[in-house]
């Protein structure tokens, strides 16, 4: 698991995806999401803005990236 720092206290998953270098584009994330290949905290989100925070850990098929400020 790679840590990804983050500005500020929050970014939305969308954004996330590509920082982490997880997507390549935005639309491949916004793909991959509403086909449930994307858990937060090992969960299925299927909303791009959700929120993440310092702690969460995203994982798209097979890779995951925790948020750290």
Request: a neutral charge; glycine letters at 14%; aromatic letters at 2%.
């Amino acid at each position: 698991m790679r840590d990804v720092p983050i500005d500020g206290d929050m970014i939305r998953l969308g954004q996330f995806l590509k920082l982490a270098d997880l997507i390549d584009t935005g639309g491949e994330g916004k793909i991959l999401i509403s086909s449930g290949d994307v858990t937060v905290n090992g969960e299925v989100d299927l909303r791009r803005g959700r929120q993440l925070r310092p702690g969460d850990v995203v994982e798209v098929l097979g890779r995951r990236a925790r948020v750290v400020s």
